[in-house]
Structure formats: structure tokens, C-alpha cells
């Protein structure tokens, strides 16, 4: 663990792990410790990945303030990360809710991005989101495994809007859901910071038409990955946003959904270390778009 000081004082945490030239990660959550991204399914062998534990969470400091947990606020963490770490720019990797905090820091440091990748990003930096709709449209591209009969009514409750989370519903979120990822998932009670994440998206938090405008002329290559099953964002939600940045790459990696690196670790880097390589899309699946628009 290596730490460094926010702007406002507080002590934040980072992790190191493989070798190569460094790649930032920013977790999802919202507000979820940075452990439960591993090593991104080996990616760590193509790249020295630095994966920040935001404020309030993993091994970083509790701020004096709990409305720097709003997601805008955090992109001063970001951008004082880059300074310590002496990158003048930096290849940037951020997981569900984290997109929407890495959008906001490629808004506001265009000149610091020097490419982007977003992995099952939740798009509401963008004023998008998935529906309710969305969610169970991905859960019936499922009713053929056998733990859907047991694990449905529970979803259907979450949907509803049922008080608590019901751990019966977890299988919706992997592609595969074996001995992997129920450990995967036993772990995540304890890496999140709940009050945090009630703040991250608050009021004020998001700008979207600004953040589209300024989006629009991003001059770093940009790759969006969805899961194929993923219900948060489906794939054509992602589209939707690779479709804001000039630069994008889009694909969708087949069998996966909201942990693509857990469901096929080979693919997911693959395609990924080529695309932070410059290297173009490998041959891996009709699902994936042609190159960059």
C-alpha cells in the first residue's frame, strides 16, 4: 500500500500491483474498496495497475467533510493521484460507478487522459441510466440457469424497490456463477462504504449536458466494454455511450456480464491490453463493433 494527500488533507490509499507502464483504476461501487478488482483477471501482467481506494474506503481516510464524497468532488483525488504519481498523462481504467467519476475527470483534465477504458460503466455523468426495465430484460437472458427458478422472485422484490438487498439475487451480476464468484461476492459486505455511497451521486453531483459537450471533443481514444448480460448498463445503454466520445471503441465481451474480467479473464485482457497497447481490436467475437469511429 502507498498513500498520498488529497487536496483537502486527506490521507488516500493506493495499491500497486505487476509490472509495465502504469495504469490507473478507479473501483465502482459506489464507494466499494479497490479489492474486490484483483488483479482485472491478469491484466497486472501487461500492466502496473494502480488501483485507488477513494476517500472513506479500503485503506484511505475517513474525510472531515462527507460531502467530498460527492462523485465531482472526488475528481480532485484523481487528478492529485496523477500529480504524486509524476504522470504527466495517464492511461485511466474505471469500473461501474467509477465511469461516471472517470467521465468527469476526462472533462475536466481533457489534456491529462491519454486513453480511457470503461468496463460495465454506469453512465449518469451523462444524465443515463439503467432502467428497471433494462435490469429485467438481462435477468430473463438467464431463466436457463439452474439457480434462476430460486433467485428471480427476489430480483423481481429488488426492482420493486424491496428495503434490503437480498443476496439471492447475486447470480444476475456474473456470467458465471461458480465457487469464484460467490466468494467474489461474500466479500463485498465487507468493502463498501454505504453512507459514501448515498452521497456520491447526491444533488449536484452531475452536469450532464456540459459533461456531454465537453466529452464530445475528447481528443484520448476511448474503449467501452459491456457484458453481453450485464443489465447495468446493457449492452445498448454502453452504446449509447460510446457514442458521446469522438474517439471510441466499442464491444461487447460474449458470456459476461457485470464482472467481465471474473467471467473470461483471457478475453477481458486481451482485449483490453490491445486496446491500451494502440494495437487495434484482436480477433475475438462478432460481438465486438469495427475500430474506432
Not at 15 to 29: D, F, M, R, W
Not at 112 to 122: E, P
Not at 210 to 230: M, N, Q, S, Y
Request: with cysteine; aromatic share 10%.
Amino acid at each position: 500500500m502507498s498513500t498520498f494527500t488529497a487536496p483537502d488533507g486527506t490521507r488516500l490509499a493506493y495499491h500497486l500491483k505487476g509490472e509495465g507502464a502504469p495504469l490507473v483504476v478507479l473501483p465502482g461501487g459506489p464507494m466499494q474498496a479497490s479489492r474486490y478488482l484483483g488483479d482485472l483477471g491478469g491484466l497486472a501482467a501487461h500492466r502496473r495497475l494502480v488501483l485507488l481506494d477513494l476517500r472513506g474506503t479500503g485503506d484511505s481516510a475517513v474525510p472531515v467533510d462527507p460531502a467530498t464524497y460527492r462523485c465531482d468532488r472526488l475528481v480532485g483525488d484523481v487528478e492529485a493521484l496523477r500529480v504524486h504519481l509524476g504522470l504527466e498523462r495517464m492511461d485511466l481504467l474505471a469500473h461501474s460507478a467509477g465511469g461516471s467519476l472517470a467521465m468527469l475527470y476526462a472533462a475536466r483534465y481533457p489534456e491529462r487522459v491519454r486513453r480511457l477504458v470503461l468496463i460495465t460503466a454506469n453512465p449518469w455523468a451523462l444524465g443515463t441510466a439503467a432502467t428497471p426495465e433494462d435490469r429485467l430484460a438481462a435477468a430473463l437472458l438467464r431463466k436457463d440457469e439452474p439457480w434462476f427458478p430460486a433467485a428471480f422472485p427476489a430480483f423481481e422484490a429488488w426492482l420493486s424497490g424491496a428495503p434490503d438487498y437480498d443476496p439471492a439475487i447475486a447470480p444476475f451480476f456474473y456470467g458465471r456463477w461458480d465457487q469464484a464468484a460467490e466468494e467474489h461476492h461474500a466479500r463485498g459486505d465487507e468493502e463498501f462504504n454505504d453512507a459514501a455511497a448515498d452521497v456520491y451521486g447526491s444533488a449536484g453531483a452531475y452536469d450532464a449536458p456540459a459533461t456531454r459537450a465537453t466529452l464530445t471533443r475528447l481528443p484520448a481514444p476511448v474503449l467501452v466494454l459491456a457484458g453481453e448480460l450485464d443489465g447495468a448498463p446493457r449492452p445498448e445503454l454502453a452504446r449509447h455511450t460510446a457514442d458521446v466520445f469522438p474517439h471510441a471503441e466499442f464491444t461487447v465481451q460474449p458470456g459476461a456480464a457485470h464482472y467481465p474480467w471474473l467471467d473470461d479473464p483471457e478475453w477481458f485482457v486481451r482485449r483490453v491490453s490491445a486496446f491500451l497497447d494502440g494495437s487495434g481490436a484482436p480477433a475475438l467475437s462478432t460481438a465486438e463493433s469495427p475500430g474506432p469511429r
